[in-house]
């Protein structure tokens, strides 16, 4: 296999109220891989999310992203190699329309203005939502604004799309597309954090299993999402 | 019933004011504003004629001459603070409540400022009724405004409606358990346990925002957010569009030579 997208290596992070979120995590995220990243609530797994782009910074323990050894210089290409969807999408598109929030990764990268509204174009169109570019953000149904964060992250063209529980708080047929769309993106390597069984299923041929911090399983999805006697001891179910 | 209710200004509409540089709409209405401002104190027959231009642009654009009146009253209440006028300025009196004395001067005075702000309130009100607010943004940056109070203000506007609807959020969940017994006469106890309870909720939106915030820090800075907001170069200002803007600029700046002329002869 080539060389790994994600390599995170003795990762620990302690928030400044001394609490620890994460400690000695370790893994590494092939190119095309489609990785589940489940786990308790409070397990830590937003916070690894978070480190991926450097967000957060870890206490100790280093990571290197699509061979680019996360450092303050590398920022800039990290962050357009890492494309993050926050659980929230009102916390995501914070544009008054969503043209400009579609726009505003490529923007920051300084690509020409044609090619940013090509990309704009593109990525609203692969999330299905093609005309849009003028509505306001606000104004969006739920199951909208979930598509349109995905694009303003899409339009960076990210080598890793990263998802943080992409299926809270759907209705049933909203998941399903959700479901659907993020299934047609099919070279694209993903991790997605969720507490959404089926979706790890039918998604993700890989399971990362967090508890307190620490990662306690990392396996083939179709064996780990079946081990009912781990799915329990870690406060998940089987689907 | 939705005790916030927020609603936009802008209106949608076709109209040759509709259709003008955004960026040109915002000098002329803030030329409008500082001319009408301008106005001589007393110089009376000027009010109609800005009314009568203010009135013709909301003809060209749709809103309604009455209805565009009627809106820049909302600057009325305001001038209260400047009654006080009447009773302090020296001049001749003209009518005597028992230790208060009203003159000429201030009546005139502050007919002059009431006038004035109704006059400004409504071109004021015209550019956000014809202008998306984004627009007026996009103006303003275009116009070099500093982009952190562009940035600031555009966060407000996207964030008004979430704040909104949390705050009602919050408003229902004390309404769903202001429950009272039936021999009871209204729910909730004391004033100031109620005081207590709204201080409590305005503290949890506060810290809810902040933490939101937070979160939308760290979205702008997954997406290469450096400080800087960018966007693309403004297109080139038309020359069809100045023409159009500057010739309200060009009536108001007619009548108040002509009212400075009026006043002087006056004098």
Known sequence: MSSPVIMVEELSFRYPDGQTALSKVSFQVYAGEKVALIGPNGAGKSTLLLHLNGVLRGTTGSLTIAQMPLTEANLGPIRASVGLVFQNPDDQLFSPRVYQDVAFGPLNMRLPENEVRSRVTQALAAVGLGGFENRISHHLSGGEKKRVAIASVLSMEPKILVLDEPSAGLDPRTRRSLIQLLGSLQQQTMLISTHDMRLAETLCNRVIVLDGGKIVADGPASELLHDQVLMELHGLETP | ?267
């Open chain 2, 1 to 267: 019933m939705n005790p916030l209710s927020l609603k936009e200004r802008f209106e949608g509409g076709q109209s040759l004011f509709h259709d003008l540089d955004p960026r040109i709409k915002v000098v002329m209405s803030l030329g409008l504003i500082l001319g009408i401002l301008l106005t001589p104190e007393g110089a009376f027959p000027a009010y109609p004629l800005i009314w009568a231009v203010l009135g013709s642009m909301a003809v060209v654009s749709r809103v309604g001459v009455w209805r565009l009146a009627r809106l820049g009253g909302i600057a009325l209440p305001f001038t209260l603070a400047a009654l006080t006028l009447i009773f302090t300025t020296p001049g001749q009196p003209l009518l005597r409540l028992g230790g208060l004395v009203i003159s000429d001067a201030g009546v005139v005075r502050f007919m002059g400022i009431a006038l004035r702000s109704w006059l400004a309130a409504q071109a004021a009100i015209l550019l956000s009724l014809t202008t998306p607010f984004t627009d007026l943004l996009w103006a303003l940056r275009s116009l070099r405004l500093p982009s952190t109070l562009v940035m600031i203000t555009a966060f407000m506007y996207r964030y008004l409606f979430t704040l909104g609807e949390e705050a009602e959020r919050l408003i229902r969940a004390r309404a769903s358990r202001s429950a009272s017994l039936p021999d009871q006469k209204g729910a909730g106890g004391s004033l100031w346990w109620r005081a207590r309870v709204a201080g409590g909720m305005v503290g949890s939106l506060f810290l809810r925002s902040y933490e939101r915030s937070e979160r939308v820090y760290a979205a702008m800075l997954s997406r290469g957010f450096d400080g800087e907001l960018r966007g693309y170069n403004p297109p080139p200002f038309q020359w069809r569009s100045v023409l159009v803007g500057a010739i309200p600029l060009l009536a108001v700046a007619l009548i108040q030579i002509m009212a400075f002329l009026w006043f002087r002869g006056v004098r």
